[in-house]
């Protein structure tokens, strides 16, 4: 029986009044924030999460030991999902994305006069392609200037004035090779070359796996002094490959609550795919498991914001799934989403409580994340110190989905309990556990089985994702107006010259 949204409302605030007032309440929380997050937080049970992490242990053993995409395991557990979501009321959509099924290199590639395998390589898995066309360079930094930490071809502005049908000649270095081959396929290159930096002990050209085609034009990595002399300006050269490459497909599942303001969009997301060595129960089935739940138990909840849950496919082959996700939306599609939360791996067996690093305090590897960013850390912060239970900063490394979101503006945030690194004396000492210790000894592992899940870990967990799932579907106000805080830091950055993000 459908709930009327005002009694919908009546119910689910007289259920929630009769919670004791336990939790600390973020910054800007109203009535309805915590009269929600604390329902939901006891709604979502960590005894109910199990069970899916069950089923997808029984799916995996069912369909060759793995959930890995482009597999029976993956399609079984995508149906899974799809069908929970769809009884619960969401609006399911399953979202075709492409991956590489195969690649075969079927002779050495050419680039004018240049030594394959010596002086140049394919990028695998370049898309075949013959072209002879002027190249241009993007961005470079080459002598006399000192040896450069190179950002070519990492901003689209980099390809201000390029002439589409070029190829596209650019520097390693920064950021990471996807992108700058993303970038300079949508400026419209007919090839790209990329070349290495030409610092001390790296001039050489090696043979990469880059994992990433969709650019659709031919790809060669190249040694520094090549990549020297094609910068020459009016150099035409030829670049062909010879390869067969082979998509197959694979789909994101996205579900909806039907009610909430379609302009105000909560985007909450975890990976649905495994590596092809195991069942993946950590990684993913954890974060998937406790986003679901937490979406089957507030399938009444009369949201004020939009909430969209993603389960992602391919993450495990390069963040494909989400990253053809947000390459598909519009400026538009994009501007509404408010802020995009992720959940990769919440259960691991040496777990820390690690928070993404949205105002970069850490000072540790990537910048801080979109404006925003820092205000989901302190909104799920605020969650662990009701409970008095600690936390520490997980850098945004690029390594799960929520890095296709933050290249395009999207405030994010997240938990992760660590992975193949071992856990620090200090964090011992904060959580338990063994120092010296990988957080998960099964990462990517045919070990990673339903026994490969810290049962506390996994229902604090889940617990946290709720209430901030919670607070957000009726709350967004904590985070700052995008356009107004993006122009504020490009002002800050002019006045001082730094050229920090």
């Given at each position: 029986?459908?709930?009327?949204?005002?009694?919908?409302?009546?119910?689910?605030?007289?259920?929630?009044?009769?919670?004791?007032?336990?939790?600390?309440?973020?910054?800007?929380?109203?009535?309805?924030?915590?009269?929600?997050?604390?329902?939901?937080?006891?709604?979502?049970?960590?005894?109910?999460?199990?069970?899916?992490?069950?089923?997808?242990?029984?799916?995996?053993?069912?369909?060759?030991?793995?959930?890995?995409?482009?597999?029976?395991?993956?399609?079984?557990?995508?149906?899974?999902?799809?069908?929970?979501?769809?009884?619960?009321?969401?609006?399911?959509?399953?979202?075709?994305?492409?991956?590489?099924?195969?690649?075969?290199?079927?002779?050495?590639?050419?680039?004018?006069?240049?030594?394959?395998?010596?002086?140049?390589?394919?990028?695998?898995?370049?898309?075949?392609?013959?072209?002879?066309?002027?190249?241009?360079?993007?961005?470079?930094?080459?002598?006399?200037?000192?040896?450069?930490?190179?950002?070519?071809?990492?901003?689209?502005?980099?390809?201000?004035?390029?002439?589409?049908?070029?190829?596209?000649?650019?520097?390693?270095?920064?950021?990471?090779?996807?992108?700058?081959?993303?970038?300079?396929?949508?400026?419209?290159?007919?090839?790209?070359?990329?070349?290495?930096?030409?610092?001390?002990?790296?001039?050489?050209?090696?043979?990469?796996?880059?994992?990433?085609?969709?650019?659709?034009?031919?790809?060669?990595?190249?040694?520094?002094?090549?990549?020297?002399?094609?910068?020459?300006?009016?150099?035409?050269?030829?670049?062909?490959?010879?390869?067969?490459?082979?998509?197959?497909?694979?789909?994101?599942?996205?579900?909806?609550?039907?009610?909430?303001?379609?302009?105000?969009?909560?985007?909450?997301?975890?990976?649905?795919?495994?590596?092809?060595?195991?069942?993946?129960?950590?990684?993913?089935?954890?974060?998937?498991?406790?986003?679901?739940?937490?979406?089957?138990?507030?399938?009444?909840?009369?949201?004020?914001?939009?909430?969209?849950?993603?389960?992602?496919?391919?993450?495990?082959?390069?963040?494909?799934?989400?990253?053809?996700?947000?390459?598909?939306?519009?400026?538009?599609e994009r501007d509404r989403i408010k802020l995009y939360l992720n959940f990769d791996m919440v259960a691991s067996p040496?777990?820390?409580?690690?928070?993404?690093?949205?105002?970069?305090?850490?000072?540790?590897?990537?910048?801080?994340?979109?404006?925003g960013s820092a205000e989901i850390e302190q909104q799920l912060k605020a969650f662990f110190t009701s409970r008095s239970?600690?936390?520490?900063?997980?850098?945004?490394?690029?390594?799960?989905?929520?890095?296709?979101?933050?290249?395009?503006?999207?405030?994010?945030?997240?938990?992760?309990?660590?992975?193949?690194?071992?856990?620090?004396?200090?964090?011992?000492?904060?959580?338990?556990?063994?120092?010296?210790?990988?957080?998960?000894?099964?990462?990517?592992?045919?070990?990673?089985?339903?026994?490969?899940?810290?049962?506390?870990?996994?229902?604090?967990?889940?617990?946290?994702?709720?209430?901030?799932?919670?607070?957000y579907a009726f709350n967004t106000r904590n985070l700052p107006d995008r356009e107004a805080a993006l122009t504020a830091?490009?002002?800050?950055?002019?006045?001082?010259?730094?050229?920090?993000?």
């Amino acid at each position: 029986m459908r709930l009327s949204f005002r009694r919908a409302v009546a119910v689910a605030a007289a259920a929630a009044l009769a919670l004791p007032l336990s939790l600390t309440a973020p910054a800007q929380a109203t009535p309805v924030d915590d009269v929600f997050a604390k329902l939901l937080v006891k709604q979502v049970k960590g005894a109910n999460v199990k069970k899916h992490l069950d089923a997808f242990q029984s799916l995996a053993t069912a369909n060759g030991g793995n959930r890995a995409a482009g597999t029976p395991g993956y399609d079984a557990s995508r149906d899974y999902v799809a069908n929970k979501l769809r009884k619960a009321g969401y609006k399911v959509t399953l979202q075709p994305i492409n991956y590489v099924e195969s690649w075969v290199e079927n002779s050495p590639p050419v680039l004018g006069s240049y030594v394959p395998n010596e002086d140049f390589y394919t990028f695998q898995p370049s898309p075949a392609g013959d072209v002879t066309a002027q190249v241009q360079g993007v961005d470079l930094t080459l002598p006399p200037s000192p040896a450069p930490t190179s950002t070519s071809g990492c901003e689209m502005s980099d390809f201000s004035g390029f002439v589409a049908g070029r190829i596209a000649l650019i520097q390693r270095g920064t950021c990471p090779f996807a992108t700058k081959v993303r970038n300079a396929g949508f400026a419209g290159a007919a090839g790209i070359i990329v070349f290495n930096e030409g610092q001390p002990g790296r001039t050489e050209a090696y043979p990469l796996d880059l994992g990433e085609w969709r650019a659709g034009v031919p790809m060669v990595f190249a040694d520094f002094a090549v990549g020297q002399a094609l910068a020459a300006p009016g150099t035409t050269v030829r670049l062909k490959v010879d390869s067969t490459l082979v998509l197959g497909t694979d789909e994101n599942v996205i579900a909806e609550t039907r009610f909430g303001d379609p302009n105000n969009v909560v985007m909450v997301g975890a990976h649905l795919d495994s590596v092809p060595e195991g069942p993946g129960i950590n990684d993913n089935a954890s974060g998937t498991a406790a986003i679901l739940e937490t979406a089957l138990q507030m399938k009444l909840f009369p949201v004020r914001n939009k909430v969209r849950f993603a389960f992602w496919a391919a993450e495990e082959i390069g963040l494909l799934g989400s990253d053809q996700y947000v390459e598909k939306l519009s400026q538009a599609e994009r501007d509404r989403i408010k802020l995009y939360l992720n959940f990769d791996m919440v259960a691991s067996p040496n777990y820390a409580y690690k928070l993404y690093d949205g105002d970069d305090s850490d000072a540790t590897g990537s910048p801080a994340g979109p404006p925003g960013s820092a205000e989901i850390e302190q909104q799920l912060k605020a969650f662990f110190t009701s409970r008095s239970l600690p936390t520490v900063g997980t850098d945004f490394d690029g390594r799960s989905d929520y890095g296709p979101f933050i290249a395009v503006g999207i405030p994010s945030g997240g938990i992760f309990t660590g992975a193949e690194q071992p856990k620090t004396p200090e964090e011992a000492a904060m959580f338990g556990g063994t120092a010296g210790v990988a957080y998960d000894i099964c990462y990517h592992q045919a070990c990673d089985t339903i026994t490969n899940v810290n049962a506390t870990a996994l229902d604090v967990n889940s617990d946290a994702i709720a209430d901030s799932v919670a607070r957000y579907a009726f709350n967004t106000r904590n985070l700052p107006d995008r356009e107004a805080a993006l122009t504020a830091r490009a002002a800050v950055r002019a006045a001082t010259g730094s050229s920090a993000s």
